[in-house]
């Protein structure tokens, strides 16, 4: 079965601060990993990840994937409080060529204080 | 328009109520599937639809039945609900490079 672990669960920091949100996994027929953020409606997409050791970058938010020891991170830096939000880690497992099947984490609950 | 569409966007209904959950995508993906969150549990997948047909269908009950009758639209019926099935259905749609990047705005669903 397709495992997601988040951690932390929650985070409360201030602006300006860097905050490192950690997702590891396991998958049978790895397709890719995602992160999104939710605010109080659907989830909005972030991330995709599918090789080891690149980095992704938008803005002050970066990903990057490691397939070896099945973890991903993504990093915030310069905090600000419209970051305040969860972080959704989701591995996708091909169903086929077509589609995949995504496991979500928990997610982490970061508050980002003025 | 463009994206993914849901409708309804809020919806109460009784027990003994059957209704339907909408989505429509105009990205031109190939598959399409229905989420459902409830509150303090993990995003779970209910259903995959690929190229319209079902390939997933995750131990979910026979009282949610979908339907998918073209690429771009995605139905979930809902009959005989429990208080226990409210929760968000979000419905999302995928290409072949994979990645659940586009999400519905969900459906917020309430069983009294």
């Known amino acids: 079965e397709d495992k997601v672990v988040q951690s932390p669960l929650s985070l409360v920091v201030h602006e300006g601060d860097t905050v490192t949100l950690n997702c590891s996994y396991e998958v049978t027929n790895f397709r890719s990993l995602l992160w999104y953020k939710q605010e109080k409606k659907a989830p909005t997409f972030l991330f995709m990840l599918?090789?080891?050791?690149i980095e992704k970058k938008s803005g002050r938010l970066s990903s990057i994937l490691d397939k070896k020891e099945l973890f991903s991170i993504l990093n915030i830096t310069a905090t600000q409080t419209g970051d305040s939000a969860v972080y959704l880690c989701a591995v996708e497992a091909f169903i086929n060529t077509n589609a995949g099947k995504s496991t979500f984490g928990d997610g982490t609950t970061l508050t980002v204080k003025p | 328009e463009t994206g993914v569409t849901q409708t309804p966007r809020h919806l109460v209904m009784g027990m003994t109520n059957k209704k339907s959950l909408k989505c429509e995508q105009h990205l031109g993906h190939n598959a399409m599937y229905w989420y459902k969150q409830s509150a303090k549990k993990p995003l779970e997948l209910m259903f995959v639809y690929s190229l319209e047909e079902r390939v997933e269908n995750n131990s979910v009950p026979s009282r949610f039945s979908p339907e998918c009758p073209n690429s771009s639209h995605l139905f979930l019926h809902l009959h005989t609900l429990q208080p226990e099935d409210s929760a968000l259905y979000l419905c999302?749609?995928?290409?072949?490079?994979?990645?659940?990047?586009?999400f519905g705005p969900g459906t917020r669903l309430l069983v009294l």
């Open positions: 599918t090789s080891s050791g």
């Open positions: 999302a749609s995928s290409d072949r490079t994979g990645g659940l990047e586009h």
